[in-house]
């Protein structure tokens, strides 16, 4: 079974920035679509930023402009590059992997994925 390892979370002040990376141990995996989610308490969870097989990024209206998702084929890794972070952007985020029949449109739905890391908390306080 596939796995998916994050890290890169933290806490920081309002106009700060930090960057996730989650290492998956299936290149099968890894090289379809690939997204970032995120769940702050007492919400559902919610699509950040999805990146097809082709490479092409899409973005939840919430994060456009500040976040920048990312592949490293040479290391299995995906990145999340998130700037500009505002006291709204806390809750935990979770990487998420799937077999390539799953993707419908925009990677940037739950039932998109059938694989999640286990998720790394960031905190951005005003």
């Known amino acids: 079974q596939v796995q998916l390892v994050e890290s890169g979370g933290g806490s920081v002040q309002a106009g700060g920035s930090l960057r996730l990376s989650c290492v998956v141990s299936e290149y099968s995996y890894f090289s379809n679509h690939m997204g970032w989610f995120r769940q702050a308490p007492g919400k559902e969870r919610e699509g950040v930023a999805s990146i097809d097989r082709y490479g092409r990024p899409r973005y939840a209206d919430s994060v456009q402009g500040r976040f920048t998702i990312s592949k490293d084929n040479t290391k299995n890794t995906l990145y999340l590059q998130m700037f500009s972070l505002k006291p709204e952007d806390t809750a935990r985020y979770y990487c998420?992997?799937?077999?390539?029949?799953?993707?419908?449109?925009?990677?940037?739905?739950?039932?998109?994925?059938?694989?999640w890391g286990q998720g790394s908390q960031v905190t951005v306080s005003s």
């Open positions: 998420a992997a799937a077999e390539s029949w799953m993707w419908r449109h925009s990677g940037l739905s739950i039932d998109e994925y059938n694989y």
